[in-house]
């Protein structure tokens, strides 16, 4: 679609926010374009009073707001980023976009001996592998046992919820009014959204390989599916795991993701992920697998408050550690203990095997 070249300026101009970290959803894009359109515009004043009001900016941006406006309406330069500041940012990634960076409090304590919340950036390199059998099973199985769900739509069926009307009056029409049998139409089942979370902090590098290769897996097996890492930055893969060849795909997710093997801020991460409006849709209704093993860095509030949310937004919620393999497993940091009563379940993750297993269990659990 052609899109007039007075539009999409403004259209970027809500592209140029959202890289900011403004919350600006499509809807209230388009609602700023018809909001310029109404009101002429007559002056600039009419550009950035539409801006306000649709896009919803809040009153403590309003200054960095204008900056940005600024910068896109009347080609002024943005100031370059403080060197020094004491803040401490959290930035989402999505390869083929800017970086958005997210501001969070930085506490002293650390719960955890292995993790940390300091962030190194490193990319990985994956080993070549074959097939590996747990994921061969998987893969054969999944289609038809990942969890399900009722759809909206109808198929005919021998005995049904509501009577097919259509193709009773046809059948009907063939026999003089006569009806012999009784079309059914029943609702059809489709798949549950899945939503992957992977920590790949350093307390995970030994198992952070596997769970993405298992992640590629389920790409390929599920319907609707999203996949993202968690460490010191929020970062979306689904795109990364598309080819077909779990090498290939091993390869686009070790270039867009920057912060293999380094600090565990799992409660910061989340709280991004919430606070994108795009992002959150993703869990609701959805299956919501979390990799890790929760030794979460600093205060647990943050954590626990998007384990929350997150509870109440999904179908199921499940936590898989490789902790937890041992029966008698009890949960040691605060914040893992914390966020038990907004779990389905806390299961195991020592392994690819025991991933596969739980995950292909989920809908007979159900």
Not at 31 to 48: K, N, Q
Not at 102 to 124: K, T
Not at 205 to 212: H, Q, T
Not at 227 to 253: E, M, Q, Y
């Amino acid at each position: 679609m052609n899109i007039p070249g007075a539009v999409q300026t403004f259209i970027d101009f809500a592209s140029l926010l959202r890289s900011h970290g403004f919350a600006v959803s499509p809807d209230q894009t388009m609602g700023f374009v018809e909001a310029v359109g109404l009101l002429g515009p007559r002056s600039m004043a009419d550009i950035r009073a539409s801006a306000v009001a649709m896009l919803a900016v809040p009153k403590d941006r309003e200054a960095e707001f204008d900056t940005l406006f600024q910068s896109h309406f009347y080609g002024q330069a943005l100031a370059p980023a403080v060197v020094g500041d004491d803040e401490e940012e959290l930035q989402v990634q999505e390869p083929g976009t800017e970086t958005r960076e997210i501001s969070v409090d930085e506490e002293d304590d650390q719960p955890g001996d292995i993790a940390s919340g300091a962030e190194v950036l490193s990319q990985r390199g994956f080993a070549q592998t074959g097939s590996l059998t747990s994921l061969e099973r998987f893969s054969r199985h999944a289609s038809h046992r990942l969890p399900k769900r009722l759809s909206y739509r109808f198929k005919r069926a021998r005995h049904g919820r509501k009577l097919d009307v259509r193709e009773l009056l046809k059948s009907a029409r063939n026999t003089d009014g006569d009806v012999v049998t009784l079309p059914w139409l029943d609702r059809k089942m489709r798949q549950r959204k899945i939503l992957l979370l992977i920590d790949v902090s350093g307390s995970m590098r030994d198992l952070s390989d596997g769970y993405l290769r298992f992640a590629h897996a389920l790409s390929r097996a599920a319907d609707t599916f999203e996949c993202f890492t968690l460490g010191t930055r929020l970062t979306r893969i689904t795109n990364s795991l598309k080819p077909r060849d779990r090498n290939a795909a091993l390869l686009r997710v070790s270039q867009a993701v920057s912060d293999f093997d380094g600090g565990t801020r799992i409660g910061d991460s989340l709280s991004a992920f919430l606070g994108i409006p795009r992002y959150a849709g993703y869990a609701r209704g959805a299956l919501v697998l979390i990799l890790s093993d929760g030794l979460e860095r600093g205060d647990p509030g943050s954590m626990i408050d998007a384990i929350g949310r997150l509870g109440k937004m999904s179908w199921r919620l499940h936590w898989l550690s490789p902790l937890a393999s041992e029966q008698d497993f009890e949960p040691e940091t605060e914040a893992l203990k914390a966020v038990l009563p907004h779990l389905d379940e806390l299961g195991a993750a020592a392994d690819l095997e025991s991933v596969c297993s739980h995950v292909l269990n989920i809908a007979r659990a159900a």
